[in-house]
């Protein structure tokens, strides 16, 4: 079963920088495409930004030049260096796959569900 924990968040001023890192469990996923999520106060969890396993990137709009995704598939990790940050990129950041894994959660009948982890929260505030 797929696990994910997410660090590198915090506090940072308007124009700042943060380097989230991203380590998963129970599953490689060396060929798999897998990106960076985000979930504001009231809003819908969103993606920011995504990478194939042959390293082609993309991003949400909002982020374009100031995030930058990267992986390492040896030591099955994703990275998402941000720069340039500012209040509305304040939210819990998540790291999961393109589409998001999913776990068994029943087995009669047989359910699934997405699988997030804790996520880390990134706030930028003066």
């Known amino acids: 079963q797929v696990h994910f924990v997410e660090s590198g968040g915090g506090l940072v001023q308007p124009g700042g920088s943060l380097r989230l890192s991203c380590a998963a469990s129970?599953?490689?996923?060396?060929?798999?495409?897998v990106g960076w999520y985000r979930q504001a106060p009231g809003k819908q969890r969103e993606m920011v930004a995504a990478?194939?396993?042959?390293?082609?990137?993309n991003y949400e709009d909002s982020v374009k030049g100031r995030f930058t995704i990267s992986r390492d598939n040896a030591k099955n990790t994703v990275v998402l260096q941000m720069t340039s940050l500012n209040p509305e990129d304040t939210a819990v950041y998540y790291c999961?796959?393109?589409?998001?894994?999913?776990?068994?959660?029943?087995?009669?009948?047989?359910?699934?569900?997405?699988?997030w982890g804790q996520g880390t929260q990134v706030t930028v505030s003066s």
């Open positions: 999961n796959g393109d589409p998001p894994y999913k776990v068994q959660v029943s087995a009669s009948p047989k359910l699934f569900k997405e699988y």
């Open positions: 129970g599953r490689t996923f060396r060929t798999d495409r």
């Open positions: 990478i194939a396993s042959g390293g082609d990137a």
